[in-house]
């Protein structure tokens, strides 16, 4: 007789389920065959439902009905999902900063976008505390050159960025805008560069917004501390 094969439980297949659904999300978005939100929507109830597939199966091992595969796959995939979420731990539910809280650079070309039809492009009053609080370093890059130099090299570090698209470059506003998509989901964010002059020599600000959800987890002001520090590096 062949040795019977252990039953899946609930908490077996619920795990299973979670796993397969962090898993298609990103995937589905990555193809680009749902939108971003959707993919991140399925990864995170996929991972909700990990985290619930795990407490029940510490319950269940505690109780001695043992720890099947599934239920070792939901805990990887909660796991995951926590560090994850946790690399975000602590950014406000804001998705716009900006170098300069009292004359943030405007957008002009991304509120021409269909993407941002009916959207308020200004920079929110209220946003200007949250980030404060949370990203007090965030600053703009000072360059020893004169403007029309410094534009040119704001111009070449956004062109080198990962994942910008320039969509429009104006010397004589001295302003830059580009579109940042991510890898995996396919959020795009709107960035706006611009140079003026600054005693004797220059100063680039910069402003990142997000164009879908509410917060972002960080990425805008981890995006301004990378443009920043690029442009400012010896070349």
């Known amino acids: 007789m062949s040795p019977e094969r252990p039953r899946r439980t609930f908490?077996?297949?619920?795990?299973?389920?979670?796993?397969?659904?962090?898993?298609?999300?990103?995937?589905?978005?990555?193809?680009?065959?749902?939108?971003?939100?959707?993919?991140?929507?399925?990864?995170?109830?996929?991972?909700?439902?990990?985290?619930?597939?795990?407490?029940?199966?510490?319950?269940?091992a505690v109780r001695g009905r043992g720890f099947g595969a599934g239920r070792v796959i939901a805990v990887v995939g909660a796991l995951v999902f926590v560090l994850t979420a946790s690399a975000g731990r602590g950014a406000p539910a804001i998705n716009d900063f900006t170098t300069d809280l009292d004359d943030p650079p405007a957008y002009r070309q991304a509120a021409l976008a269909?993407?941002?039809?009916?959207?308020?492009?200004?920079?929110?009053?209220?946003?200007?505390?949250?980030?404060?609080?949370?990203?007090?370093?965030?600053?703009?890059?000072?360059?020893?050159v004169a403007p029309d130099q410094a534009f040119a090299r704001a111009r070449r570090t956004a062109e080198a960025m990962p994942s910008w698209e320039i969509v429009a470059a104006d010397p004589t506003t001295g302003t830059i805008e580009a579109v940042a998509t991510s890898k995996v989901f396919g959020f795009h964010d709107d960035v706006v560069i611009r140079v003026r002059p600054d005693g004797g020599g220059s100063r680039i600000d910069m402003r990142s917004k997000s164009r879908d959800g509410r917060g972002d987890l960080g990425a805008n002001a981890n995006r301004i501390r990378a443009y920043v520090t690029a442009v400012e590096a010896p070349s």
Do not use: E, H, K
């Open 114 to 144: 269909s993407a941002n039809s009916g959207r308020d492009m200004g920079y929110p009053s209220d946003f200007a505390t949250q980030q404060r609080a949370c990203c007090a370093d965030l600053r703009p890059a000072r360059l020893p």
């Open 11 to 60: 908490v077996d297949t619920l795990g299973l389920i979670a796993v397969g659904l962090m898993v298609a999300g990103p995937l589905l978005a990555w193809l680009r065959l749902v939108p971003g939100l959707a993919g991140f929507g399925l990864y995170a109830l996929g991972g909700l439902l990990a985290i619930v597939a795990t407490i029940a199966a510490i319950v269940a």
